[in-house]
Structures are given as structure tokens and as C-alpha cells.
């Protein structure tokens, strides 16, 4: 199968809320994702397409990580990813993270966070944060994990829309 990986554009948004639904009926994350979209915070969009249809999406939003003397260090926030039911179990969702990974570092973000299967985004070097070093809504929870450098001791910030979801 031909796939081509490229950013999301407006014109896809409702063809990538119809494969959200799909991937993740009956939680309604096609709210969430336009909630992310509405209060500006999406830092970027990417789409897997095949044969003219998209068959899978990631988008990243973004968080902020505050040290105690209130340095601001960004980060981008994985949140959704979803692979079109037919497509999955095939390594698309993995290779349009990392995808979308390289094209955020090339864009300058060095910090990646996401609340995900503990056994799935390891493969792409994610880890799970430690609640002692980073205070946030999933303390001790192995779902919320880093990839990237996190300071000794800082707070998670995150954009409202995902706060109110936490």
C-alpha cells in the first residue's frame, strides 16, 4: 500500500473528525480534538493517506513544563492518535508518530508528553514521569509519559481544553 504521511490541512478536519469517531467510538474525542483546535493550542497535524483517503492522525498540542522560579520550558502534547479500524496493528500509528516527531524537532520543540498505552509509546523512547520530578494530574500513573529532557523538579501546564478533560 502506497502511504503518504504530510500535515493536516483545514480542508481534512472533517474527514479526520469521521476516522476519530471510527478509532475511538463510543469516547467522543471529536469534541476534544476541536476544543484543542478552537482554543489554538495545536502546534501541528499530521495525516497517513492512502489512495486518497485518510487512514490515520496525530496531532500535537501545546503544554508547558514551569520550574520553580517560574522558567517556562515548552512542550507538545501527543494528543489524539488514531489509526482508521482496517489499518491498525500494521505500525501506520508508529510510523506517523514518528513522522511527526522529526518534523516538530525540525520545527525546534525538544520536549514530548502524552497519557497513552504504556507498552506502545515506549517503542518510539517514550518513559514514564516520574510524579516526584514533574507535579501534574497523573501522578504514579505509567500512562503519562516524556521524551525529552524534563528538569530536576517542575509543574505541567496544560492548555484548558486538556486540564478540563484531567
Same mark, same amino acid.
Given at each position: 500500500?502506497?502511504?503518504?504521511?504530510?500535515?493536516?490541512?483545514?480542508?481534512?478536519?472533517?474527514?479526520?473528525?469521521?476516522?476519530?469517531?471510527?478509532?475511538? !467510538?463510543?469516547?467522543?474525542?471529536?469534541? %476534544? $480534538?476541536?476544543?484543542?483546535?478552537?482554543?489554538?493550542?495545536?502546534?501541528?497535524?499530521? =495525516? #497517513?493517506?492512502?489512495?486518497?483517503?485518510i487512514i490515520a492522525h496525530i496531532a500535537f498540542?501545546?503544554?508547558?513544563?514551569?520550574?520553580?522560579?517560574?522558567?517556562?520550558?515548552?512542550?507538545?502534547?501527543?494528543?489524539?492518535?488514531?489509526?482508521?479500524?482496517?489499518?491498525?496493528?500494521?505500525?501506520?500509528?508508529?510510523?506517523?508518530?514518528?513522522?511527526?516527531?522529526?518534523?516538530? !524537532?525540525?520545527?525546534?520543540?525538544?520536549? %514530548? $508528553?502524552?497519557?497513552?498505552?504504556?507498552?506502545?509509546?515506549?517503542?518510539?523512547?517514550? =518513559? #514514564?514521569?516520574?510524579?516526584?520530578?514533574?507535579?501534574?494530574?497523573?501522578?504514579?500513573?505509567?500512562?503519562?509519559?516524556?521524551?525529552?529532557?524534563?528538569?530536576?523538579?517542575?509543574?505541567?501546564?496544560?492548555p484548558k481544553t486538556i486540564a478540563?478533560?484531567?
Amino acid at each position: 500500500m502506497d502511504i503518504t504521511l504530510r500535515p493536516a490541512t483545514g480542508a481534512d478536519f472533517a474527514e479526520i473528525d469521521t476516522l476519530t469517531d471510527l478509532a475511538f !467510538r463510543p469516547e467522543d474525542v471529536v469534541t %476534544f $480534538l476541536n476544543a484543542l483546535r478552537a482554543e489554538g493550542c495545536v502546534v501541528g497535524e499530521w =495525516v #497517513a493517506e492512502a489512495a486518497g483517503e485518510i487512514i490515520a492522525h496525530i496531532a500535537f498540542s501545546r503544554a508547558c513544563v514551569e520550574t520553580p522560579d517560574g522558567n517556562r520550558l515548552s512542550a507538545a502534547f501527543l494528543s489524539p492518535l488514531c489509526v482508521r479500524p482496517g489499518h491498525q496493528r500494521m505500525g501506520l500509528g508508529q510510523r506517523l508518530m514518528t513522522h511527526a516527531l522529526a518534523e516538530l !524537532r525540525s520545527a525546534g520543540e525538544t520536549l %514530548f $508528553l502524552v497519557v497513552g498505552h504504556p507498552g506502545y509509546y515506549p517503542k518510539v523512547g517514550f =518513559v #514514564a514521569v516520574d510524579a516526584a520530578q514533574l507535579d501534574n494530574p497523573w501522578p504514579g500513573n505509567p500512562a503519562f509519559m516524556a521524551l525529552g529532557e524534563l528538569p530536576a523538579k517542575a509543574t505541567l501546564v496544560l492548555p484548558k481544553t486538556i486540564a478540563e478533560v484531567h
